[in-house]
Nanobody
Framework: DVQLVESGGGLVQPGGSLRLSCAASGYTYRSNCMGWVRQAPGKEREGVAAIYSGRGITHYADSVKDRFTISQDNAKNTVYLQMNSLKPEDTGMYYC???????????????????WGQGTQVTVS
């Protein structure tokens, strides 16, 4: 299995920044696509960013494009989500997730991610 542990959430004012981290361990070779999925209260899970681990190809939801940046440090088996210009609507639980299949062209639907972290809360207020 793959274990994912997120960190870096918190409370921030609108316009502020946060960086989330996701440390992966276990059978990380099974993680060809790493993503960040968020869930706001009363809403469905929404994929916000993903990275095709093998080539560093990135994808973003329209709602976060030009504000969020996903990156990876393969030596540390860690994926990051840099979030800038945060808005109240970015509030939610943010989950790191990994998929076995590579994400060549888009963020996979949440149901396609095989492994999930426990989540980290981001509150913009």
């Amino acid at each position: 299995d793959v274990q994912l542990v997120e960190s870096g959430g918190g409370l921030v004012q609108p316009g502020g920044s946060l960086r989330l981290s996701c440390a992966a361990s276990g059978y990380t070779y099974r993680s060809n696509c790493m993503g960040w999925v968020r869930q706001a209260p009363g809403k469905e899970r929404e994929g916000v960013a993903a990275i095709y681990s093998g080539r560093g190809i990135t994808h973003y939801a329209d709602s976060v494009k030009d504000r969020f940046t996903i990156s990876q440090d393969n030596a540390k088996n860690t994926v990051y989500l840099q979030m800038n210009s945060l808005k109240p609507e970015d509030t939610g639980m943010y989950y790191c997730a990994s998929a076995v299949l590579a994400c060549y062209s888009a963020i996979p639907p949440p149901g396609d991610f095989a492994y999930w972290g426990q989540g980290t809360q981001v509150t913009v207020s």
